[in-house]
């Protein structure tokens, strides 16, 4: 897999330095491209998910799948920082990097996916859950990329 120089282009030929939540949840459901409009982060989200779908389906590879996800989430966040020199990997304090977020939001997708097609009724609690959870991580990947405030967050009273 390799990086392109350029970055990816919206329809109105602006660089467009991130995708956002919809374009990465449709990554995760597709397989890798070589498109070269396609962005690089797109790419490495679903090489993410197919390997968390190794992981259910094989999990003695385990080990060696793992170091595969840590090499594409650093990958990621070197990306991050080599394009986008104003953006961290992250830009707020106690958040995980992008990488890790990518990497986090693929499982989720990968999981709520298995139990949608698994479960014996769409309607199970368990099926919400997963899915409102891969919601809550893509509302965090929007939150991280344009580095707004989640509003679960608690704030002081005021006096």
Do not use: N
């Amino acid at each position: 897999m390799f990086v392109r120089d350029h970055l990816p282009r919206d329809p109105r030929g602006r660089a467009r330095p991130l995708p956002d939540q919809r374009e990465l949840v449709a990554a995760f459901g597709a397989r890798p491209s070589d498109s070269d409009d396609d962005h690089p982060l797109l790419a490495w989200a679903a090489t993410l998910a197919t390997l968390h779908r190794q992981l259910r389906t094989d999990p003695l590879s385990a080990a060696g799948t793992d170091c595969r996800r840590a090499e594409l989430v650093s990958a990621i966040d070197a990306w991050v920082v080599g394009r986008l020199p104003g953006k961290r990997s992250t830009d707020h304090p106690r958040a995980e990097s992008l990488g890790a977020t990518v990497d986090r939001m693929a499982a989720a997708h990968v999981h709520a996916s298995h139990l949608l097609h698994t479960a014996e009724k769409v309607s199970d609690v368990r099926v919400h859950a997963a899915w409102y959870r891969l919601a809550s991580l893509a509302d965090e990947w929007t939150d991280l990329i344009t580095g707004g405030v989640r509003e679960t967050v608690r704030r002081g009273r005021p006096a």
